[in-house]
């Protein structure tokens, strides 16, 4: 019988990923989420009955275990960027990791992989960054042996890095920019599934491995290369990190007031994020250790970023119309 992978988060931006590849390399997948009927277009992944959405809640240790039992590998994909209902930072990427790690170690699961992310630090004052730091922490207590993959900013089709930036051209003759100087280096996810499917076939040594693309950009950088993929011309301006915090605080009351029906988009997490460089560390295990060369971001944009174009799919007949003589 093939192999069994759990995939907590496994519809999400990253997790989709890893099952629709781990389904194309025969193994049977449980994607593992708490409402499996927001996740049935993960069955089309793989033949009749090979990935299957199941309830779990990564607060709950028995359905966690539920989700595990039998499985071959875990894959810990959950992430959250502002607290949701009970779910919070604390008992998301501490706690639930660790009940994912401390049950894996139980059940006998051979492989374990953790997502995390570049620039962790459990000593930062974003609970955040400091959450996702000590969640390494507590995998590795109860599984020295785990595979923990630290992405930078990834993007691909239907993430909220790349499409963001476009969507802001699209709606305004202006874009601000938030930590212009901030320098990145954007993974494309489909890289960054491919090394953590790697690591749940048993194929990569134990350890952290930090994950950035093959170019270094800095935001200003971003915004011109989203302008440029999209055809449009527009005022890029550098906003302090004075006036974005300002702005976090007046749409963090608006979230709160609203029982969370308005989106926070500037949280305070993420601002410290922007504050500072989201780089691979110099020494680090990275793509090179594991043999994947990751695709910079011009290979990949026009894919997904020509909706944003003022004639869509047929900005580029247009301009090649122009040269055209009449008769």
């Excluded at 993974?187 to 952290?208: E, Q, R, S, T, Y």
């Excluded at 930090?210 to 440029?228: K, N, S």
Aim: charged share 20%; hydrophobic share 45%; aromatic share 8%.
């Amino acid at each position: 019988m093939s192999k069994l992978v759990t995939i907590f988060g496994g519809s999400g931006f990253l997790g989709r990923q890893v099952a629709r590849i781990m389904a194309q390399e025969g193994w049977r997948v449980r994607v593992a989420v708490r409402r499996p009927d927001e996740a049935l277009f993960t069955r089309t992944y793989g033949a009749v009955g090979q990935v299957v959405p199941v309830l779990c809640n990564l607060r709950d240790e028995a359905s966690v275990r539920a989700a595990m039992t039998d499985a071959d590998a875990v894959v810990n994909c959950v992430n959250i960027l502002h607290p949701e209902g009970k779910s919070n930072f604390e008992n998301i990427f501490v706690e639930g990791a660790g009940h994912v790690a401390r049950i894996s170690a139980e059940l006998g699961v051979a492989q374990v992989v953790h997502i995390s992310g570049l620039a962790v630090d459990a000593d930062s004052d974003s609970p955040y960054i400091s959450a996702k730091a000590r969640g390494e922490e507590a995998v590795l207590e109860q599984r020295p042996d785990a595979i923990i993959l630290r992405p930078s900013v990834m993007f691909g089709p239907g993430d909220q890095f790349y499409n963001r930036f476009a969507g802001m051209a699209a709606a305004s003759p202006v874009m601000p920019i938030i930590g212009a100087r901030t320098r990145l280096q954007p993974v494309f996810v489909n890289d960054v599934a491919k090394a953590a499917a790697m690591g749940a076939a048993g194929k990569v040594a134990p350890g952290i491995y930090e994950l950035g693309g093959p170019d270094i950009m800095t935001m200003r950088e971003i915004a011109a290369q989203t302008l440029q993929e999209t055809d449009r011309r527009r005022l890029v301006i550098s906003m302090p990190f004075w006036a974005a915090r300002l702005g976090s605080t007046i749409l963090g009351i608006v979230q709160f007031v609203t029982f969370g029906i308005v989106k926070n988009p500037l949280p305070r997490d993420q601002l410290v994020l922007l504050s500072q460089d989201n780089l691979v560390s110099e020494g680090a295990k990275s793509f090179a250790d594991l043999g994947i060369q990751p695709l910079a971001a011009e290979a990949v944009l026009e894919q997904y970023l020509w909706p944003y174009r003022p004639s869509g799919q047929y900005e580029a007949i247009k301009r090649s119309a122009k040269n055209l003589r009449p008769l």
